[in-house]
């Protein structure tokens, strides 16, 4: 047998203005530390490795490597701000790299917080490409923040345009 189902009254609830509410002890905004951050690159890479592999090799022809060659961007203006956009924007081009070559697109990844794209790329940097995890070069959220803002969302194909001068030693 079943139960009846019983119907709560409609209630008015009358509307609270924001100089009736309970004032809290602090307005103040707490801004996180850069090293107390808690993004975990390695969670964020996970996605990643569907196509570059987890240990960042890539597939020949079909997915680029991501290791043992990134790591001279990180002194370079434009390296820094390719790799940046390329996690937050993908990239669409053909590259010729080690002397393979990829043509293709990786999309852009959505959810890319600037919290987990720099993490992310910390990740590679210090797991496939040597880099220290003390390293001052590697990347901090406000930076990405910055690289976002200056650039805005970019096509795939106008950061591919932006690869040759990441890959050229600046003077």
Not at 146 to 152: H, Q, R, W, Y
């Amino acid at each position: 047998m079943k139960k009846p189902v019983k119907f709560i009254p409609e209630i008015q609830v009358p509307e609270i203005k924001a100089s009736e509410q309970i004032p809290t002890k602090s307005k103040k905004i707490v801004q996180i530390s850069e090293f107390l951050a808690t993004v975990d690159g390695g969670k964020v890479y996970k996605k990643c490795q569907a196509c570059h592999v987890k240990t960042g090799e890539g597939v020949p022809g079909a997915f680029p490597p991501l290791t043992g060659r990134l790591a001279s961007l990180l002194k370079s203006k434009h390296g820094r701000e390719y790799l940046a956009l390329v996690v937050m924007n993908g990239v669409r081009g053909e590259m010729n790299i080690d002397g393979i070559r990829y043509i293709g697109t990786m999309p852009r990844q959505g959810g890319m917080t600037p919290e987990k794209t720099a993490a992310v790329l910390n990740y590679i940097m210090t797991e496939f490409n040597g880099v220290a995890t003390d390293d001052t070069d590697l990347f901090k959220t406000d930076e990405i923040v910055k690289i976002s803002t200056d650039n805005g969302r970019m096509t795939a194909q106008n950061i591919f345009k932006k690869r040759a001068t990441a890959f050229v030693k600046e003077q």
